[in-house]
């Protein structure tokens, strides 16, 4: 057998997403449960662009006591032309306990100080997008006062 490739990373969409204030669920056996929404956005990329749906738009989060965060990040994003894009994410952002603070705190924190990546999956109805349907997805999150920033990346 020769080599296997190695994978490439091709950019689907930057998605920068407002949210909403936090329901704080409280401690449960897993973490502390917060449920973020995402109120309203828009998304760009070389074949795709649209809008966040609000409403349809959250992330689920557990965070740890050293304030690591796992996501569960589930939003509704509709393109220009009207698909409908349903995606979840599942993921974590973890760093120093100083840049999490900070990040706990609402500063503004460059994301080169910590970490955030998921993996994520795309459903769609449109023929036109099917190829989403069967991808393999990355992305590279930041979170900044009010918003959060997801770039999604197909593996090739």
Do not use: C
């Amino acid at each position: 057998m020769s080599g296997l490739p190695e994978p490439r990373l091709n950019r689907v969409y930057r998605l920068e997403a407002e949210l909403g204030d936090p329901l704080d669920v409280g401690d449960v056996s897993q973490g502390r449960r917060r449920i973020v929404p995402l109120t309203g956005g828009a998304f760009t990329g070389p074949e795709l662009n649209g809008k966040l749906l609000p409403g349809a738009s959250a992330d689920w989060q557990i965070v740890l006591p050293d304030g690591t965060a796992l996501g569960d990040i589930r939003y509704t994003l509709q393109t220009d032309d009207g698909a409908l894009l349903y995606v979840q994410s599942r993921g974590v952002r973890h760093g120093s306990a100083a840049v999490l603070g900070r990040l706990a705190r609402g500063d503004d924190v460059d994301a080169s100080e910590y970490v955030f990546r998921t993996s994520t999956q795309i459903e769609t109805a449109s023929r036109h997008l099917a190829w989403l349907n069967k991808g393999v997805f990355i992305s590279v999150g930041g979170r900044g006062p009010g918003g959060v920033i997801y770039e999604t990346y197909l593996v090739a």
